[in-house]
């Protein structure tokens, strides 16, 4: 039996802020070494540069934080188990399983800032690489699964109808 099984691991959680934590680091070591100096020649540090330096911080790191928490909120606990032979769908979280077959699956839809139909990069924001995916089954029920859960189901199970919506704002 080929059953894939997707839960939450460390890499998923960290992948898509890896593009914002290095430069920030970068960011922070050369504003503290700039500070530094600041401080032992003049003996005192603008405030200005300390304000900027937490406003560009809180700019880049505030969203990244919000969609983790509701991410990671949303998919703790939680596996996908898929069942490509007998073509079943199992959501499990704190013991309650969902079950139904692919054939039962009217469409899924993925929403990001980016869209996969147009390899264009439309967006250089910390939460570019956020998205999730809104199963909707036949019978009226939708299932949310963030990137955090599965990555690319596409790739996993391509026959299906699958819908691209993407937003340039999805904090607001």
């Known amino acids: 039996m080929v059953m894939k099984v997707y839960k939450i691991t460390f890499w998923k959680f960290i992948k898509p802020s890896i593009n914002i934590i290095v430069p920030l680091i970068f960011f922070l070591c050369f504003v503290w070494i700039l500070i530094l100096g600041l401080h032992y020649r003049d003996g005192y540090v603008p405030i200005s540069l300390v304000v ?23 998919d703790r606990k939680k596996e996908l188990f898929i069942d490509l032979i007998n073509k079943k769908v199992i959501l499990s979280r704190n013991g309650n399983r969902k079950v139904f077959f692919l054939k ?17 990069f439309n967006t250089t924001a910390p939460w570019r690489y956020f998205y999730y995916y809104k199963i909707e089954l036949k019978d ?13 189901i596409e790739k996993v199970i391509p026959d299906l109808n699958y819908e691209y919506l993407h937003q340039r704002f999805p904090i607001v």
Do not use: A, M, W
């Open 140 to 152: 009226g029920d939708s299932i949310f699964l963030t990137r955090f859960l599965v990555q690319n």
């Open 52 to 74: 900027l330096t937490i406003f560009l911080v809180l700019l880049f790191c505030v969203p990244n934080i919000v969609l983790h928490i509701n991410y990671f909120r949303e």
């Open 104 to 120: 039962d699956i009217d469409k899924v839809v993925r929403n990001g800032v980016r869209s996969l139909e147009s390899k264009e």
